[in-house]
Structures are given as structure tokens and as C-alpha cells.
């Protein structure tokens, strides 16, 4: 007798419960299943190896294994000298060994700090030993020597941090670059200390290394069977101690005795620009036997801001013609060393120091000369002369260098440039003082050479000004129209390094037709622009906006919108230039001449528009809107709201 449905469903849970005889089929086919299933992977597994391919290296990772089990081990070193002073140009040597049995390869960026990291910290001193004074132990009374523990304990210096230089390029920017390593191999690396921690005072400091192989965001390019080491590892401690240089200068008397040779400098108290002071040295061997010097192979010359920091030139200092010195004993030397203003271009105006360096050499301390005080800074006087050289002299070469110097300077010059009377001067250098006054007062407006864009306002009656304030500041006592003003700003352009650029603002109540009156006001500059006049148009909400260009005339589209304004309502048309078929990859696009003619048909509203743009069949717009002057610039936004909402950028002729 057949089951019946109730009595096929379990009671408690409601699954259809089968009869046994089906029950057993399919536990029997379960089993046949299992049977082929082992089968077919033992065939599978036979024929792996005829089809597998080679295992990739394998990846070695991060782990908290200590950094001794690092395939890789760093360690950094820093070249042997008696004295290391702040301001230096200390190296500091990375190098990198594989210690594993198969090729490594890892980054090494060794400039923007991403994945090297040095931790630099100073030592206090020892604990004293009561009732004993250590002797002093060193080259000589009066100068440091970190071996020394009569000099720890009379400096009795704290412990100090020294804070890890910002992530960044370093002054020789390196360009990151993957490193293979070879089976214990071993690849040196030089940077310089003053690219990973910024020391400032003087002490005795301890200082390691950390490296991350590879960054998780690097992707070295390295051929297959070459491992990637992303490990990271931990150097050694290395000792290092550190003068300042006013600790450096204290010891000057001290030094000069112990090498018996003393330096003394003299120079002029202020720079003048293109008129070379070279500096005086004296050179007095107060040993008793003849001293030979190297010159000027053996001098470093050192520039000091106020703050005690060292002032690097951009360029190599020349010091002057390469000769051998011999001192005899008890007797002196004079040389000149070249000295002028390049040294300090670029630097802030100011007080500074200088002073002369002799090198250490195997045998013998570096010695510093006397300070001597510097004044950069350009006067009302050396302005003059700066302008008189750049407007009527003759120039050689392919720069005018007096002009060069007035423009790098031109932000601070601004007082001194106000104060230059012009009836001393040429008619082109009283023509050169006048833009260089203005260009000095703009320059607060864009401190760096680059684009500028200069907004140009448009208020509902018609007026349109510049509402930049620094521009408003340069022409307070000048009372020109808005089109003059752009034109001397364009004028001068070249002193700032700008490159000049027109951002229009209209008021959402302005006409369109004094838009178009403000462009035509500028429209004899169009030529000197970066680009044509430009502004930025929000939607209703201000989630997105559109830019708008404002061409002197009518460009080629392959959309063309005509917005106008009929009995107080807004009107829309549109025509648009699909691609062919038979000529793929060539966009098809309105002229000009045929958008005068183009039959535009009407849309009904911007819901219209949306559609247009929606369908699909032009995958690229050029949109050229044509707006009637009568329109105000709200309305011509609101008709516009789908262009706004896809961000589409759009061409805007008033006609």
C-alpha cells in the first residue's frame, strides 16, 4: 500500500522522510561517488608532474622573529674623524648583507626615509666616583674627547632625543630603486647623517638603524627566482659625538696650541653685490719645525645664521687657485679666499658669521678661524645700483644677472625699492624701478612662481573690479579702471614668474550681458593669458560644479546648447553630432560655421537635457552652451543643472 503525503513528514520537523528501499539507493550511490572521486584523484596526481609549473621563491615576510633571524642584516658606520661638528656633512653608510643561501631583493630609497629609520640618542654622564677626579685624557687641554670621563663629567649633559628629520626628499633627492643581493653578498649605500635625524646640540650620542625590505605598497621589479625580503631588521649601536659650533669655536685657542698653527681672518663687515671682498687669512706656525699645507684643498669655509646653524651654499665655494703652502717656523702666510655674495643667494637678509676651517689630516686637529661678521642685505643704496646695472649697462651673455638678483628678492625689497628716487635714474631704469614696485607689491598675492588666477568680480549693475586684496594694496594710490590693472599686472608678470590667468565671479543676480562686458573689457590681453578667461559654476546644492571657459568666439562642439529667455521663462535647444559609424575613432564635431546654422531643436525642460545626455550615443560631450544676454546668472545655472551634476566642463559664448 503507497505511503500517503502526512505520512511521508516527520512529525517534528516536517522533512519528507523517504522509504527505506530509497534510502538504500542512495547510500549505495553516495558510496559509488566517493569511489570515482578517489579514482580520479589518483590519476590527477600521477600526471601532476609532467604538467606542474616551477613553485614560485617564496615570500619572505615580517615576523616577530628577533632581527638577527632576518635573511638580510644592516649595519650603518660613519667614516673615522677626531672631531664631528654640527653642520658637517657627515656620511652615514648603510650596508647590507644576505646571510641566507638564495637571492634577495629588496627597496632602497635611501632619501625620502620610508623605509629606513635612524633613532639617534644623546648619553648622560657616568656616575661619579666619590673622591676621585679622573684625569683628563684627550689630544689636548681644553678640547673635548669622548674617551674621556674627566670631560663627561664636566659637560654633565642630559639625556636628549634627537628628533627624526621630517619624511621627505632629502637635499639630493634619490629616486627609490630595487636591489638584488646575491647569496651572501654585501652592498654599501652612502647618505649623509643630516638626511635621517636633525642634530643640534653637542653630546655623546648612540644611535641605530631600522630597514623595512619592501614597503606592502613597493613593487620592486626583480626576474623570477629572486625572493622579495619584507623583513625588517635592526643595526647595531654606533657611537658618535657630536661639537655645535659655538662649542667647536670655544675650543679654538686649545686647538690652535695643540697643532701650533693659528688662523686668523679678516673680511669685509657687509656684501656688495657683483663687487668680490675676498677674505684675508693668516696663517702663523708657531711650531718649531716647517709646516706644508695643501691650499685651499685644506680649508673648509663655514657661514652661520643667528640661530648657530650652518648656511650650505647651493654650490661648491671656489676658493681660490690650487698651491702648495710651506710655513717655516715662527713665520706666517697670507692668502686671499675668494668671498662674494653667491654664497648667500637664496638666503634670508641678515646677520651672519663666518669663519675658516682648517681639515684635520691623520695626525693633526682641525683648527677654526676667528669669527668675522657678514650683513647680507640690499639697501636703498645697493638697489639703486642693482637697477642702474640691470636697465643701462651693457649685458654679456644670456642673463641679466643685477635683474636676476632684484627678482629673487623682490618680496623684501619692497621697502627699498619705494625708496629709490627716480629723477636720479634713466628713463629705462626709472621705467625698471616702476614695474619692480609694482611686481613687489603683488607679490604677496603668490609668494612662488606658477599659474595665477586673478578674480575678477561682476556685480549686478554692471561694475566688475579685482577683489583680490594684494592687488586692491598695489594699485591704492593708482586709480586705474580693472582693465588697466590686469593689463600692468600682465606687465610685470615676468619679475613674479606668474603666468597670468583670468577667474571671472559673477554675482548670481549679474546679466549676462555685463559678463560679456567685463570680457570685452580684457579681450586686447587674451593673447598674454596661460588660458582664456575661466570661473566655476556649483549646482543648486553645491555637490558638483562644472568649469566654464569663456572663449573670445565660437569653438567646435559636438554639443550645442542655446539658452534664451522668452516672456520671463527660460528656453532650451539643443543639437548634437553623433559619431559616424564607418569611421571609428574619429570624433565628429561641430564647426563653427556650421553651428551658426545648426538646426537646434527645442527641449522642454532640463528633465530633457538629462535624457540627452543619459542615452549613451555621445559617450564624450563637448558641450557648447550659447547664452542670450538677457539671461542673469542663476537662470543660466539652473538651465544648465545636468551639465553641473556630471561635472561636465563647457564652453560659454554670450550672443
Not at 200 to 219: I, S
Not at 306 to 324: C, H, K, M, Q
Not at 400 to 422: F, H, I, M, S
Not at 565 to 586: C, E, H, M, N, Y
Amino acid at each position: 500500500m503507497p505511503i500517503t503525503e502526512p505520512e511521508r513528514r516527520c512529525p517534528t520537523c516536517a522533512f519528507v522522510r523517504l522509504p527505506p528501499a530509497q534510502v538504500g539507493h542512495l547510500r549505495s550511490l553516495r558510496r559509488a561517488m566517493v569511489r570515482w572521486f578517489a579514482l580520479l584523484m589518483f590519476f590527477l596526481g600521477c600526471g601532476t608532474p609532467a604538467f606542474a609549473q616551477p613553485a614560485p621563491p617564496p615570500l619572505l615576510r615580517p615576523s616577530a622573529r628577533p632581527a638577527s633571524n632576518e635573511p638580510v642584516r644592516v649595519e650603518i658606520s660613519i667614516p673615522p674623524a677626531q672631531t664631528h661638528v654640527i653642520g658637517d656633512p657627515t656620511q652615514l653608510v648603510w650596508r647590507f648583507t644576505n646571510t641566507s643561501t638564495q637571492a634577495l631583493a629588496f627597496m632602497w630609497e635611501g632619501c625620502c626615509r620610508n623605509n629606513g629609520k635612524v633613532e639617534m640618542k644623546r648619553q648622560g654622564p657616568p656616575p661619579p666616583v666619590t673622591g676621585i677626579v679622573p684625569p683628563h685624557t684627550g689630544p689636548g687641554s681644553g678640547i673635548y674627547s669622548p674617551k674621556c670621563d674627566h670631560c663627561k663629567q664636566t659637560r654633565k649633559l642630559g639625556e636628549l632625543t634627537v628628533e627624526s628629520t621630517v619624511a621627505g626628499p632629502a637635499q639630493a633627492h634619490q629616486f627609490a630603486r630595487a636591489v638584488r643581493l646575491a647569496p651572501g653578498a654585501t652592498q654599501e649605500f652612502s647618505t649623509r647623517l643630516a638626511d635621517w635625524v636633525k642634530a643640534e646640540f653637542t653630546g655623546d650620542y648612540r644611535l641605530h638603524a631600522q630597514y623595512l625590505g619592501v614597503q606592502p605598497k613597493q613593487r620592486p621589479q626583480m626576474p623570477r627566482g629572486v625572493a622579495l625580503w619584507n623583513g625588517r631588521t635592526t643595526s647595531t649601536e654606533l657611537e658618535l659625538s657630536l661639537l655645535s659650533v659655538a662649542d667647536y669655536l670655544a675650543e679654538r685657542a686649545a686647538r690652535a696650541a695643540t697643532r701650533q698653527l693659528r688662523l686668523e681672518l679678516a673680511g669685509p663687515a657687509k656684501l656688495v653685490p657683483f663687487q668680490p671682498a675676498p677674505l684675508k687669512l693668516r696663517l702663523t706656525n708657531t711650531s718649531r719645525a716647517e709646516q706644508r699645507l695643501d691650499w685651499p684643498a685644506c680649508l673648509d669655509l663655514w657661514l652661520v645664521a643667528t640661530n648657530g646653524t650652518r648656511v650650505v651654499p647651493f654650490t661648491e665655494p671656489d676658493l681660490g687657485p690650487a698651491e702648495s703652502l710651506r710655513i717655516p717656523s715662527g713665520s706666517f702666510v697670507e692668502r686671499e679666499v675668494l668671498f662674494s655674495h653667491e654664497l648667500f643667494v637664496g638666503e634670508p637678509f641678515g646677520a651672519y658669521q663666518v669663519f675658516v676651517d682648517l681639515r684635520e689630516t691623520s695626525g693633526s686637529l682641525r683648527v677654526p678661524s676667528n669669527l668675522i661678521p657678514v650683513t647680507w642685505q640690499l639697501d636703498r643704496e645697493l638697489v639703486t645700483q642693482l637697477v642702474r646695472a640691470a636697465a643701462d649697462k651693457p649685458l654679456t651673455g644670456a642673463r641679466n644677472e643685477p635683474l636676476k638678483l632684484l627678482r629673487l628678492y623682490l618680496g623684501e625689497l619692497a621697502g627699498p625699492l619705494r625708496a629709490v628716487d627716480p629723477a636720479t635714474l634713466s628713463p629705462a631704469a626709472a621705467k625698471l624701478t616702476a614695474d619692480l614696485r609694482t611686481a613687489a607689491a603683488l607679490k604677496p598675492l603668490s609668494p612662488k612662481p606658477g599659474r595665477v588666477d586673478l578674480s575678477l568680480r561682476v556685480w549686478p549693475d554692471g561694475k566688475f573690479e579685482f577683489n583680490d586684496a594684494a592687488l586692491v594694496a598695489a594699485f591704492a594710490g593708482r586709480p586705474l579702471p580693472p582693465a588697466a590693472q590686469f593689463g600692468e599686472v600682465i606687465a610685470v608678470r615676468r619679475h613674479l614668474g606668474w603666468d597670468v590667468a583670468a577667474s571671472l565671479k559673477p554675482e548670481p543676480g549679474t546679466p549676462l550681458r555685463h559678463v560679456a562686458t567685463a570680457l570685452a573689457a580684457i579681450a586686447p590681453l587674451h593673447a598674454n593669458l596661460d588660458n582664456a578667461p575661466s570661473t566655476t559654476l556649483f549646482n543648486a546644492d553645491s555637490t558638483a560644479f562644472s568649469s566654464v571657459t569663456f572663449p573670445a568666439t565660437v569653438i567646435p562642439a559636438n554639443l550645442v546648447l542655446r539658452v534664451t529667455k522668452s516672456g520671463g521663462a527660460v528656453k532650451l535647444a539643443a543639437a548634437r553630432r553623433l559619431p559616424d559609424p564607418q569611421r571609428p575613432g574619429i570624433e565628429a564635431m561641430f564647426s563653427a560655421p556650421e553651428i551658426a546654422k545648426a538646426a537646434l531643436i527645442e527641449l522642454p525642460n532640463t528633465a530633457a537635457l538629462e535624457s540627452l545626455l543619459a542615452d549613451g550615443r555621445l559617450a564624450a560631450p563637448r558641450p557648447l552652451v550659447l547664452a542670450a544676454p538677457d539671461l542673469t546668472w542663476a537662470e543660466l545655472s539652473a538651465a544648465l543643472a545636468p551639465l553641473l551634476n556630471r561635472s561636465l566642463a563647457f564652453d560659454l559664448v554670450v550672443q
